[in-house]
């Protein structure tokens, strides 16, 4: 099971910190990803972090402005947006899975609840 937390309403240019905590089960074969919807539109890929290694990759869009990151102790999946826009106001959702395409919804077995991001101008 994943909870998803951190979102709110905050100014364009400021920072948010949103995690994704596990409970039940270990991330040991899972890559655990970001997705986001916002109004109107559909749900897409943000970023993704395989648990094993560390290895993260990112959408175009947030490239250079969000990272994702794990605790090891803390089972938890961080991403970090700087430089908030508010084109990134959405609900965020996180997702874990063993994928084979990590920007493809179908194969990932837990999602998270959501967590709204509001980003004014």
């Known amino acids: 099971q994943l909870q998803a937390c951190g979102g709110g309403l905050v100014q364009a240019g400021d920072s948010l910190r949103l995690s994704c905590a596990a409970s039940?089960?270990?991330?040991?074969?899972?890559?655990i990803s970001w997705f986001r919807q916002a109004p109107g539109k559909e749900r897409t890929f943000v970023a993704s972090?395989?648990?094993?290694?560390?290895?993260?990759y990112y959408a175009d869009s947030i490239k250079g402005r969000f990272t994702i990151s794990r605790d090891l102790a803390k089972t938890t999946v961080h991403l970090q947006m700087n430089s908030l826009k508010p084109e990134d106001t959405a609900v965020y959702y996180c997702?874990?899975?063993?994928?084979?395409?990590?920007?493809?919804?179908?194969?990932?077995?837990?999602w998270g609840q959501g967590t709204l991001v509001t980003v004014s101008s």
């Open positions: 039940g089960r270990t991330f040991s074969s899972y890559d």
């Open positions: 997702a874990g899975g063993p994928v084979s395409d990590v920007t493809k919804e179908r194969d990932y077995r837990s």
């Open positions: 972090i395989r648990w094993a290694t560390g290895t993260a």
